[in-house]
């Protein structure tokens, strides 16, 4: 089996979006492109859980073929590093299980093979998982509600990184905030395999205005696009210069 890059946006917010198209038919086209959309909500301590903000938290992961939680702020560093986790395993699953129609018949799927096979085929799975190369695209959402959760947000990311780097597989993190000053995304912190050096930049974040979702899911849907467009160019450009002989 190849080993491919798993991509997945991971949609931290702690409300409804209000402005702009549905997220949750920008997730399936997200999911249609080979991207996981995972979203985690965040409540405030004193705060029952809002219907309208839990059902399109679970629509949006559904949607984009990830997995959802709801989570009180204190929880929130460890449910960062599961849900990333749960989401690859969930993609891997699916592609394992793909590979099996194509090598025993559609009908067969991981969960119709004898436990011996299938406890085999979860190591292969497991091994996947620690080995694959990793991009996730952090979406904060940072409207006017969420201004006292984004130091603990800072601290769940770095967790997460630290945590990610412990597997063998390559590791890939970006962060963009929402609404963004003029667009409908910032760019926080660009591509890099370490999240530890954001805590210079997230401080500097400010809070404030509607929560576009819909909008901001699409802008970062397009930065895996030209995050691929930027390296296929410079290993042209590479090759141009090793050609000319310099």
């Given at each position: 089996?190849?080993?491919?890059?798993?991509?997945?946006?991971?949609?931290?917010?702690?409300?409804?979006?209000?402005?702009?198209?549905?997220?949750?038919?920008?997730?399936?086209?997200?999911?249609?492109?080979?991207?996981?959309?995972?979203?985690?909500?965040?409540l405030?301590?004193?705060?029952?859980?809002?219907p309208?903000?839990?059902?399109e938290?679970?629509?949006?992961?559904?949607?984009?073929?990830?997995?959802?939680?709801?989570?009180?702020?204190?929880?929130?560093?460890?449910?960062v590093?599961?849900?990333?986790?749960?989401?690859?395993?969930?993609?891997?699953?699916?592609?394992?299980n793909?590979?099996?129609?194509?090598i025993?018949?559609?009908?067969?799927?991981l969960?119709?093979?004898?436990?011996?096979?299938?406890?085999?085929?979860?190591?292969?799975?497991?091994?996947?998982?620690?080995?694959?190369?990793?991009?996730?695209?952090?979406?904060?959402?940072?409207?006017?509600?969420?201004?006292?959760?984004?130091?603990?947000?800072?601290?769940?990311?770095?967790?997460?990184?630290?945590?990610?780097?412990?597997?063998?597989?390559?590791?890939?993190?970006?962060?963009?905030?929402?609404?963004?000053?003029?667009?409908?995304?910032?760019?926080?912190?660009?591509w890099?395999?370490?999240?530890?050096?954001?805590?210079?930049?997230?401080p500097k974040?400010?809070?404030?205005?509607?929560?576009?979702?819909?909008?901001?899911?699409?802008?970062?849907?397009?930065?895996f696009?030209?995050?691929?467009?930027?390296?296929?160019?410079?290993?042209?450009?590479?090759?141009?210069?090793?050609?000319?002989?310099?």
């Amino acid at each position: 089996m190849k080993k491919g890059t798993l991509k997945q946006i991971l949609l931290i917010t702690d409300g409804c979006s209000n402005k702009g198209e549905d997220p949750s038919a920008v997730a399936a086209l997200a999911s249609q492109q080979g991207i996981t959309v995972n979203v985690i909500g965040i409540l405030e301590d004193d705060q029952s859980e809002d219907p309208t903000g839990l059902q399109e938290v679970e629509d949006i992961a559904m949607s984009g073929g990830g997995v959802s939680q709801i989570v009180f702020k204190q929880a929130l560093s460890q449910t960062v590093q599961t849900v990333t986790k749960q989401a690859m395993t969930q993609t891997l699953q699916g592609v394992v299980n793909q590979e099996l129609k194509q090598i025993l018949g559609p009908k067969e799927s991981l969960e119709e093979l004898p436990p011996e096979q299938r406890g085999e085929v979860m190591e292969v799975v497991e091994d996947l998982g620690e080995t694959c190369d990793l991009e996730v695209l952090v979406l904060v959402d940072t409207s006017a509600s969420m201004h006292n959760k984004l130091p603990t947000v800072q601290e769940s990311l770095i967790d997460l990184s630290v945590s990610m780097n412990a597997r063998i597989g390559r590791n890939r993190f970006a962060i963009y905030s929402f609404p963004g000053k003029k667009k409908d995304i910032d760019k926080v912190f660009d591509w890099s395999p370490r999240l530890e050096s954001i805590s210079s930049v997230f401080p500097k974040l400010t809070s404030g205005g509607i929560t576009p979702t819909g909008p901001a899911l699409k802008e970062a849907m397009y930065q895996f696009g030209k995050k691929s467009l930027k390296r296929s160019f410079l290993r042209r450009d590479e090759s141009n210069i090793e050609e000319a002989g310099y």
